[in-house]
């Protein structure tokens, strides 16, 4: 059990075998701060529900939610419960599809945002110089945006970029969950409890 216990320290399991967020040390290399990335590419309407897995709640950002769940313990505890590479490697490549669905969703906002601010610039014509430099900046900035967040969209495909985080937390919190599971199996058996001949 010495090993074991340099590799998971004290930290203890619900009864059904799942970590409780504030009982398992993070591990290192996880991420929770994407502070880095600019606020600015988030639009604040909210768009449909993520269509490649379960529906969740949404508060007004889907790109920021996506990017803040917590995928250590989401990695946690299916390692824990399948100990199994096929599981891994499956659900490593539906968060990179969740998240190109979530930005192709933003892009499609800001690219309908530029659309209406382009006929309302048409519009207004030389009416007003002021209000046409306003809404001839807000395009270029969206422009930028749409830009930024297409290159992410490519950089996921190699499991990089803003991705890549979501992607190694996942990977850390699942193998710390086998490495528990295997911890507690194996303690089991060197206590007889699976082998009652071993009394």
Do not use: C
């Not at 824990?80 to 599981?87: A, N, P």
């Not at 599809?97 to 979530?102: A, L, P, S, T």
């Not at 519009?123 to 967040?149: H, P, W």
């Amino acid at each position: 059990m010495h090993i074991f216990s340099k590799i998971f320290g004290n930290g203890h399991t619900s009864g059904n075998g799942h970590a409780n967020q504030d009982q398992l040390p993070r591990a290192a290399g996880t991420h929770t701060d994407y502070d880095s990335i600019s606020k600015e590419v988030f639009v604040d309407e909210t768009p449909p529900n993520i269509k490649p897995s379960e529906s969740r709640p949404h508060s007004g950002n889907v790109l920021k939610e996506f990017l803040e769940e917590n995928y250590f313990m989401k990695g946690f505890n299916d390692g824990y419960d399948t100990h199994s590479r096929e599981v891994l490697d499956r659900n490593k490549l539906r968060i990179g599809v969740e998240f190109r669905y979530v930005i192709d969703q933003v892009i499609d906002q800001m690219e309908s945002e530029r659309f209406s601010l382009r006929n309302h610039l048409i519009s207004v014509g030389d009416t007003s110089d002021e209000i046409s430099k306003q809404l001839e900046a807000r395009i270029e900035e969206l422009k930028a945006r749409v830009e930024q967040l297409r290159v992410q969209r490519a950089q996921s495909m190699e499991e990089e970029g803003w991705v890549m985080h979501p992607i190694h937390d996942y990977v850390d919190g699942f193998v710390r969950g086998i490495q528990r599971y295997s911890e507690e199996r194996f303690f089991a058996a060197s206590t007889g409890l699976f082998n009652p001949e071993a009394k």
